[in-house]
């Protein structure tokens, strides 16, 4: 069962009940400027603002990206304030031992970290997301040509998904943790090797797009990967309190468990209740990325050998 509400997350999480979810996954904006009504706009105009479009790629047209290089001391401290509010609210809802995955960025993943863990998490590790962003890269603006063996920044391949715990019952051990609230531990894959932080994925595909054109949507391959990892008996309810389009929100009911959304834009707010049923039932494979990397480096192992015996 899902839900999502339109609403500011901050306000909605004051009025809920404590230790209601088990897991908070979420993608939520950055810098506070990207969602702001005329910043969308200007992304729609294609022109000005925070968001950029990224050249055609072998004439491929590319989706809207915030552009954020330029970040203050100032701009340090704004954020660092919005997550740490956040996390106080977050620390509230979820049960002891439950999760929370935060999606980052390399450039922001220590200031919001750090106001994660200020606000009562421990944090529990990185997932690096494989994927070939359009971030980064960039030669020095209106100096391209001038510069052009130059970037200021380097081109992000890959995207920091932060992993933070709230603190298990004191006095309780994970076990006894885990039979009172149903959490406290991540699940292991199908296959029984524990769940990894270094996850292979893909750009969110167009077919997802087109049900869903909200300009971050994530894709279900990588989204049902992580829900299925942070309900670790299966039992209890997820929250994403910026669901955007509700990729998070359409993976959670794909998986047959329980979730909730907050979203505070009407469009997306609209978009996320027709999307998620549509993208629950998008056919994935949530480990198609690593077999693929795993077989290639079974090539490489045995093209080395090759190449070592002189064949
Ligand atoms: C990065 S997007 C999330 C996209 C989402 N992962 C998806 O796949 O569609 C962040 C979303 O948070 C929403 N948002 C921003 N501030 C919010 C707030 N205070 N409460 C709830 N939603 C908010 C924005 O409108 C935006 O849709």
Same mark, same amino acid.
């Given at each position: 069962m899902w839900k999502v509400y339109l609403a500011d997350c901050f306000e909605w999480m004051k009025k809920c009940e404590p230790n209601e979810f088990i897991a908070i996954v979420t993608d939520p904006p950055y810098s506070? &400027? &990207?969602?702001k009504r005329e910043n969308l706009e200007k992304m729609k105009r294609g022109s000005g603002g925070v968001w950029r479009i990224p050249p055609k790629i072998g004439g491929v047209e590319r989706n809207p990206l915030p552009r954020f290089t330029v970040f203050s001391a100032e701009h340090h401290k704004i954020m660092f304030n919005f997550f740490h509010n956040w996390a106080k609210l977050a620390y509230r809802v979820l049960v002891p031992g439950g999760h929370l995955v935060i999606a980052s960025t390399p450039i922001f993943l220590p200031t919001v970290a750090h106001a994660i863990i200020e606000g009562g998490f421990e944090p529990r590790g990185v997932i690096v997301r494989l994927v070939q962003t359009l971030r980064g890269g960039f030669r020095p603006k209106n100096a391209e040509e001038e510069f052009? &063996?130059?970037?200021?920044i380097p081109r992000a391949h890959w995207e920091p998904w932060a992993i933070f715990r709230?603190?298990? &019952?004191? @006095?309780?051990t994970v076990a006894e943790n885990l039979k009172k609230w149903k959490s406290g531990a991540l699940k292991r894959e199908p *296959? @029984?090797?524990?769940?990894? *932080?270094?996850i292979p994925s893909e750009r969110t595909p167009k077919e997802e797009e087109a049900i869903a054109p909200h300009p971050t949507l994530k894709p279900q391959s990588f989204m049902r990967r992580i829900i299925r990892a942070v309900v670790p008996l299966n039992e209890g309810k997820v929250l994403d309190?910026?669901? @955007?389009?509700?990729s998070t929100i359409a993976a959670i009911e794909a998986l047959g468990f329980d979730g909730i959304g907050i979203e505070v834009n009407p469009e997306y707010y609209e978009m996320a209740l027709k999307a998620i049923p549509q993208l629950a039932r998008v056919n994935v494979d949530p480990w198609l990325f690593e077999r693929r990397i795993n077989k290639g480096s079974k090539m490489l192992v045995l093209t080395e050998f090759l190449l070592k015996e002189g064949c």
């Open positions: 506070l &400027e &990207e969602f052009k &063996e130059l970037s200021t709230k603190p298990i &019952e004191k @006095g309780s *296959d @029984g090797r524990p769940f990894p *932080d270094v309190p910026f669901c @955007g389009a509700g």
